[in-house]
């Protein structure tokens, strides 16, 4: 039992500091974590609803909403109706959004892409199923146990 706690705590550490390189980031363009992971979000030049994005980033609804208002004002994202839905809107970066988001992420994307090379060559992209499958699982034991769990995309199944 004993190894099983040391190899969460060395997950949970690792798992923090990759959080805090992501932190650096933001930082770095002068933006806050969810600011960065919804430029990120928005970055594939794919219109997306708030509510896409807060259930796939865990992003709070509030904090997605604040900065979307934010960003309109700014001429970063535009809005336009989702057929069908009433109150949903998609986000779409803007030209300047996007030239936003080109600036802040290939500094990102040129980091990640060397981290990510360099990994799977040595422990094969199975690691990243691996990662899913815990967090899956995760998700699925913090609900049996506390009754709620993060909601997110990813079943053990992907």
């Known amino acids: 039992m004993k190894l099983v706690r040391k190899q969460i ?16 980031c933001a930082q770095s363009a002068d933006l806050k974590d969810n ?8 970055a594939d030049g794919v219109p997306y609803s708030q509510k896409q994005i807060c259930d796939e ?12 208002k934010d960003w309109e ?15 949903e809107m998609n986000i779409l970066l803007t030209d300047a959004g ?3 988001a080109d600036n802040v992420l290939d500094k990102i994307i040129e ?12 422990f094969s992209p199975e690691f990243i199923r691996a990662i899913r499958s815990y967090e899956a699982r995760l ?3 913090c609900q049996r146990v506390f009754g709620t769990a993060p909601t997110g995309p990813f079943s053990p199944k992907e």
């Open 35 to 42: 600011e960065l992971m919804i430029l990120y979000a928005l």
């Open 57 to 68: 980033w865990d992003i709070p609804r509030t904090t997605m909403n604040t900065i979307i």
């Open 139 to 141: 998700r699925a034991h």
């Open 98 to 100: 996007q030239k936003l």
């Open 111 to 122: 980091m990640e892409n060397a981290a990510m090379q360099e990994t799977v060559e040595e």
């Open 9 to 24: 705590a060395q997950l949970m550490t690792a798992l923090n500091r990759i959080n805090c390189c992501y932190a650096v």
């Open 73 to 87: 004002k700014k001429g970063l994202v535009s809005l336009s109706p989702i057929q069908g839905k009433r109150r």
